[in-house]
């Protein structure tokens, strides 16, 4: 009976082996497929292709090569092939862990740069991104003095107040000063031979206008903004939103 048994594993590993080494290769391309089914393409396929375009001969070459190391070629095959899942899977883990930190943390200057691609106008563009200036006396809000706020384009931070606003003269929105310290930044600028301060949305870098030291009290600056680089909204809308939001809290 022991031996009997013996024999019929030892057959059985044989044949397996056979079976193994026949669909090496053919395995190893199309690893989810079926031993028998994968040699059978490799069958009907070798032959034609060497019928038409190759001497017979090549195809007899290749025969012995594959028979020579099938088993470890297999074996390298399966690991190749286990490192690859590995390595796929992981990548797909740490790209969502991306996707799921970039929904929380706080958006870069590119994001919002992209972002002002797909949602601002071409002139808004120009100027937020590309340091442009609007027409003088084009803008919406050069005489305009309505009670609110006014923010950002790109990215919705408040800027600038209502009660800060005046009628420089010059064709564009001015303002002595701006809604807090860290609303905006400042960098000098010498482009266009001049030399002018610039002035930045703190938040995301967007560009909105210069500053000058010509403004009235009680701050004696002049800060030069482009409309299309605001979005007003009146100080009632402002109120009621905040009041909604306090009432779902
Ligand atoms: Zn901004």
Not at 24 to 40: L, V
Not at 183 to 203: F, H, P, Q, W, Y
Not at 214 to 240: H, V
Request: hydrophobic share 30%; net charge negative.
């Amino acid at each position: 009976m022991t031996s009997l048994a013996v024999l019929a594993l030892a057959v059985a590993l044989v044949f397996s082996a056979c079976q193994q080494s026949r669909s090496g290769e053919a395995q190893a391309a199309e690893n989810a497929q079926p031993a028998a089914q994968s040699q059978r393409v490799g069958s009907t396929s070798a032959p034609s292709t060497a019928d038409e375009s190759e001497p017979a001969v090549a195809a007899d070459d290749s025969e012995p090569q594959s028979t020579g190391e099938d088993a470890q070629q297999e074996n390298a095959a399966d690991e190749d092939a286990e490192q690859d899942d590995a390595g796929l899977s992981g990548e797909t883990e740490s790209a969502d862990t991306a996707a799921a930190e970039s929904e929380d943390a706080p958006m870069s200057k590119d994001d919002y740069k992209e972002l002002a691609m797909e949602n601002l106008t071409a002139e808004q563009y120009d100027i937020c991104f590309l340091k442009g200036t609007e027409p003088p006396g084009s803008g919406k809000y050069d005489h305009f003095y309505e009670p609110g706020t006014y923010y950002c384009v790109v990215c919705g931070e408040p800027l600038f107040k209502s009660d800060t606003k005046y009628d420089s003269g010059s064709g564009w929105p001015a303002f002595y000063d701006a809604i807090g310290t860290d609303a905006v930044t400042t960098e000098e600028d010498n482009s266009l031979g001049m030399r002018r301060i610039e002035v930045m949305c703190s938040n995301c870098g967007a560009h909105l206008g210069h500053v000058f030291d010509d403004g009235p009290a009680p701050t004696g600056q002049r800060y030069c903004i482009n409309s299309l680089a605001l979005e007003f909204k009146p100080d009632e809308e402002q109120a009621e939103s905040e009041q909604t939001e306090s009432e779902q809290e």
